[in-house]
């Protein structure tokens, strides 16, 4: 007998925002003002959901399994914010409640007395919390969380940036050499050649191993964004509703507009406090960087991208280009 595995029994998490985009393009930045949204709970930086739609990317998991997973986790998460369970108390990092302004309610309940389950859930019901969830660069492969959370996925954001602004903090950050080599780096690899790689190289595996570590990081962004694209040119129009491509830039430069969006597609509002994490966040601020750099990238590493890597640079910014001008809002 084949027993599927299920959770079609009441769901505690029913607002949920996923919180996406590459390293650097500015999700922590939206993900901490959400702290100061009515009904808002303190945004969640959990691996746990990206590595779900890996497994799935390389076939590992039924979907079924893939679904239950996704939900049962969503529910474990705003269970344990509600009973006071593993919330990070460290002052000054982006994920504690001291950063948004949510301490005196964390606090109360990591010291409430109340341990029944039923008026803990019921509780988490009627009050219709939203649960922000940070996720790293995996729009594009993630088709399964529209699938496995259907009408308790709220808002589906996507951080988007000069894509050679990325291709530069990536190399300088030596993302190239950390991942499958520093034990602190958390991204899931593959053994191909006697070399361990990103998960996401997985279709160009043999184009990356021959490449430079510049040229590997225009790789990797290249094939990023194009997923981004392909993904959100596919989507069903109720997903595409849902999901709110934000430009850094744009973000920077029209904050209030922007916010003002999050909220009317969330039916919440800013707490009085809102203006604190403005402050913190500097924004809005002016900005007149360019959209995309290429001149300047091309300029400052001519000797070190072959003629290969520098069209695909090319092709790159023009196809950024043209989906920043169809879905820029502002």
Not at 140 to 152: C, H, L, T, V
Not at 246 to 257: H, P, S
Not at 290 to 314: A, C, G, Q, V
């Amino acid at each position: 007998m084949d027993f599927n595995l299920s959770r079609n029994n009441q769901f505690l998490a029913n607002d949920l925002v996923l919180i996406d985009g590459f390293s650097s393009s500015g999700k922590s930045l939206v993900a901490s003002m959400f702290g100061y949204f009515e009904r808002s709970e303190i945004w969640q930086l959990d691996y746990f959901f990206e590595q779900q739609a890996i497994l799935h990317y390389f076939d590992k998991v039924s979907i079924d399994s893939l679904n239950t997973l996704l939900q049962i986790k969503s529910d474990e998460l705003i269970y344990n914010l509600y009973i006071g369970r593993n919330i990070n108390f460290r002052t000054s990092d982006l994920t504690s409640p001291f950063y948004t302004g949510l301490q005196k309610k964390y606090l109360d309940r990591s010291e409430s007395l109340v341990s029944d389950r039923i008026s803990i859930s019921n509780e988490i019901i009627n009050s219709k919390p939203i649960l922000p969830l940070h996720i790293h660069n995996i729009f594009g492969y993630s088709k399964i969380f529209f699938d496995a959370f259907q009408d308790r996925l709220k808002m589906y954001i996507v951080m988007m940036r000069d894509p050679f602004y990325l291709i530069n903090r990536w190399h300088e950050g030596l993302w190239v050499s950390r991942i499958g080599n520093d034990i602190s780096e958390f991204q899931l690899c593959f053994k191909f050649k006697n070399k361990y790689l990103p998960w996401f190289v997985k279709e160009y595996a043999e184009e990356y191993i021959e490449a430079n570590d510049l040229e590997k990081s225009i790789l990797t962004i290249y094939h990023f964004y194009k997923k981004i694209f392909l993904m959100y040119e596919n989507l069903k129009p109720r997903e595409k509703e849902k999901t709110q491509i934000i430009f850094f830039n744009d973000f920077i430069n029209y904050t209030d507009f922007h916010i003002n969006k999050i909220c009317e597609n969330l039916n919440t509002s800013r707490r009085d406090n809102f203006t604190n994490i403005m402050i913190q966040m500097s924004v809005p601020r002016q900005s007149s960087l360019p959209t995309s750099s290429i001149d300047t990238f091309i300029s400052n590493n001519s000797e070190f991208i072959s003629l290969k890597f520098r069209k695909m640079s090319e092709e790159l910014s023009d196809l950024y280009l043209n989906f920043y001008l169809l879905n820029k809002i502002v």
